[in-house]
């Protein structure tokens, strides 16, 4: 696997998280969510979160989740991780019933982490150690990952030497190591400054325009949203659940021009218009 993509400047702050690399369930990113319910119980009191859950992306698909605080994104995101189960319905990845993490998944959150007493290198051939498939191979696909990042140099330093940035960029390198068919990212650049975010949108645009894994991406921001996706998935307050879908035509590669354009803005009053129709 070569890449080459636009590398972020050092000062950005994504945090950026990899799944556990064990029990990976088959190739191909075709993801399907079918009735989907989650309810948590504390004390007496149970929380009725997701209500019957149905989503499909193909393969290669870039999906933006978008809604308000508390709707049970993250939950559906973690469900469909392996990470929590639902009360009822399923969800199938490649053909696979979802039961646990698998490496096939890779989750980023807001946060890295990165095993503080390994090199970049050694971070980054985690997975293929921890399957004993440590290889001149595996090898020489680290460090082309690692160039492609832009991290060419820095094989032997250990993360605390890193930009909160490159930090990042490693652990997206060692969840690339895996080939995972399906990324899901929530809110990844939600901490970001605007020019540290609008780059890492541009990052990861180009990664996805090479690798074409499928995207599930979950943000509040509606022009995040229409920038990064195929289709918008806008879901209700809890119960959560997807109320309007929007496609996005807009032409590929995509960059922060794109914002700028007019198909970009009447989409954006198109979806605004529509959840402002919801919450009245
Ligand atoms: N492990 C848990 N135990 C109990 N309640 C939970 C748990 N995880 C989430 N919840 C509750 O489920 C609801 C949905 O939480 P979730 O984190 O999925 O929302 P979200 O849409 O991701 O919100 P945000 O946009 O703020 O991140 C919230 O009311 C939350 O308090
Ligand atoms: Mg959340």
């Not at 994104?73 to 392996?82: E, F, P, Q, R, W």
């Not at 082309?144 to 820095?154: E, K, M, R, T, V």
């Not at 879901?235 to 021009?257: C, D, F, K, N, W």
Request: with cysteine; proline share 4%; glycine share 8%.
């Amino acid at each position: 696997m070569r890449l080459r993509v636009n590398v972020a400047s050092e000062g950005d702050e994504v945090k950026l998280l990899d799944a556990s690399p064990e029990g990976a369930v088959g190739q191909g990113g075709h993801v399907v969510v079918s009735g989907v319910t989650k309810t948590f119980r504390r004390a007496r009191q149970s929380r009725l979160v997701l209500e019957k859950i149905d989503l499909e992306l193909e393969a290669g698909e870039f999906v933006c989740l978008l809604g308000p605080s508390g709707c049970g994104k993250s939950t559906l995101l973690n469900i469909i991780a392996g990470f929590q189960r639902a009360d009822q319905g399923k969800v199938m990845v490649g053909g696979r019933l979802v039961t646990k993490p698998g490496a096939d998944r890779c989750v980023m959150f807001q946060k890295p982490t990165l095993f503080p007493w390994m090199t970049v290198l050694d971070n980054v051939l985690f997975g293929p150690r921890a399957q004993r498939k440590r290889t001149k191979e595996a090898r020489a696909k680290a460090l082309d990952l690692l160039l492609a990042f832009g991290l060419s140099g820095f094989e032997r330093h250990y993360p605390h030497q890193l930009s909160g940035g490159m930090q990042h960029r490693v652990a997206v390198a060692r969840a690339l190591m895996n080939q995972p068919s399906l990324l899901l990212m929530d809110e990844p650049f939600a901490a970001l400054d605007a020019i540290t975010r609008a780059r890492m949108q541009e990052f990861l645009l180009d990664l996805w325009e090479r690798e074409r894994m499928t995207v599930l991406f979950v943000t509040h921001d509606l022009e995040e949203a229409i920038l990064l996706a195929d289709r918008v998935c806008v879901m209700s307050p809890r119960p959560g659940t997807i109320h309007h879908q929007a496609e996005v035509r807009l032409t590929r590669p995509r960059s922060q021009a794109t914002v700028e354009s007019l198909e970009f803005l009447e989409l954006r009053r198109a979806i605004r218009s529509t959840i402002k129709g919801d919450s009245q």
